[in-house]
C-alpha cells in the first residue's frame, strides 16, 4: 500500500522555518479530542468503577459505540452469541481496552478532519499509528508498570507530522512522495531537503502550536532520535521501537521503504535505552515476548479500522 497522491512533478521551493511556521499557523486546527473522552478518563481513574456510567458516556459517541461492538464481536474473543449491548461489551473487553478505545478513536476522528481535504489513502496510516500505539504499551509494559495513558497516546501521534504535512504542505508532501519511488534515501532526510524540516520536528511545531501538552511534543520530536530527548527519553525509545517492529510485520503504512535489515527495532537507541541492562537471556525472552504480541495486532485493527 502507498499513499495514493497526484501532482505534477514540479519542484518545490524549500522553505525556512519562520515560513513554515506561518504556513501551519493557517493550517485546519487539530479540533479538541473532547468532553465525552474527558469524562470517560474521569470515570476509569475513580476508585469505584460502574459499567453502567462507563456504558452511557460511551453512548454519546457513535463512532466509539461503533469501534467497541466491533472490536467485541472479534473472533478472537470466541463468544458464542453477538454482543449487542455497550455493558456487555465493557464487561468483556475491561477497563484496559476501554481506555484505549476511548483514547484513540477521538484521536482518529480529529485527524481525518484535518487530513479530509488531502488526496491520500489514510487507511494504511491509521492501521501504522494504531499498530505503533498498541506495541508501544507492550514495549513500556516489559520495563515498567504504567499507571498513564502517555505511552499508547504518544505511539498514536508519533508520525502526526505527516498528517500536518499533506494538508498545509500538500506540494510539498506529493514531491517528497514521488521521489521515493525514484531515490533510495531515507525518509527523514528526504522531507528535510525538499520542505525544511522532517515529520518529526514538523509534529512537534504543529503540536506546539495546538498547545498539546510538552511531553508529547517531545516524544514526537525525538521519536526517531530517543537518546536526544531531554525529559521523555523512556517512552521515546519505546516509540522508536514500536514503529519498526510495526514496520517490520508490514502493519498499516507509514511512508517508509521496507527496512533494509530484519529486526532493525533491537539494534536502535531507543533498544539500547529500554534494555541495555538486560542479560543476552533476557534480552531474548523480550524479543520473543514483542513478536508474540505483535502477531495479534492485526486481528485488532480490523475491528478499529
Not at 78 to 96: H, P
Not at 99 to 117: G, N
Amino acid at each position: 500500500m502507498t499513499f495514493q497522491v497526484s501532482s505534477t512533478h514540479a519542484p518545490c521551493q524549500r522553505l525556512s522555518r519562520s515560513q513554515i511556521e506561518s504556513r501551519l499557523r493557517s493550517c485546519t486546527c487539530l479540533p479538541s479530542l473532547g468532553s465525552i473522552e474527558s469524562a470517560l478518563k474521569q470515570l476509569l481513574g475513580a476508585d469505584e468503577r460502574y459499567t453502567s456510567q462507563i456504558a452511557e458516556i460511551i453512548r454519546r459517541d457513535p463512532s466509539l459505540t461503533a469501534r467497541l461492538l466491533r472490536l467485541v464481536n472479534a473472533v478472537h474473543y470466541g463468544l458464542s452469541k453477538r454482543v449487542k449491548s455497550i455493558e456487555e461489551a465493557v464487561f468483556y473487553l475491561g477497563m484496559r481496552q476501554i481506555r484505549q478505545l476511548a483514547m484513540v478513536t477521538p484521536i482518529i476522528e480529529d485527524f481525518k478532519i484535518v487530513a479530509s481535504h488531502t488526496r491520500v489513502e489514510w487507511r494504511g496510516f491509521w492501521r501504522h499509528c494504531i499498530g505503533t500505539a498498541l506495541m508501544t504499551r507492550e514495549v513500556i509494559d516489559l520495563v515498567q508498570s504504567q499507571h498513564s495513558e502517555i505511552d499508547y497516546v504518544a505511539g498514536l501521534i508519533h508520525d502526526v507530522g505527516k498528517i500536518a504535512m499533506a494538508s498545509a504542505f500538500p506540494e510539498h508532501f506529493a514531491e517528497i512522495y514521488i521521489h521515493r519511488t525514484e531515490a533510495e534515501k531515507e525518509l527523514s532526510e528526504l522531507e528535510r531537503e525538499v520542505l525544511g524540516v522532517d515529520h518529526a520536528e514538523l509534529g512537534a511545531i504543529y503540536l506546539e502550536s495546538q498547545t498539546l501538552p510538552a511531553e508529547f511534543v517531545e516524544i514526537v520530536r525525538f521519536h526517531h532520535q530517543p537518546d536526544q530527548a531531554p525529559a521523555h527519553g523512556l517512552v521515546a525509545a519505546a516509540v522508536q521501537v514500536a514503529d519498526l517492529l510495526v514496520q517490520e510485520a508490514k502493519i498499516g503504512y507509514s511512508g517508509r521503504l521496507p527496512l533494509a535489515q530484519p529486526e532493525l527495532w533491537c539494534k536502535t537507541a531507543g533498544w539500547k535505552i529500554l534494555f541495555a541492562h538486560q542479560t543476552p537471556e533476557e534480552s531474548a525472552i523480550s524479543r520473543a515476548s514483542l513478536k508474540n504480541n505483535l502477531e495479534q495486532i492485526p486481528a485488532t485493527l480490523e475491528r478499529l479500522i
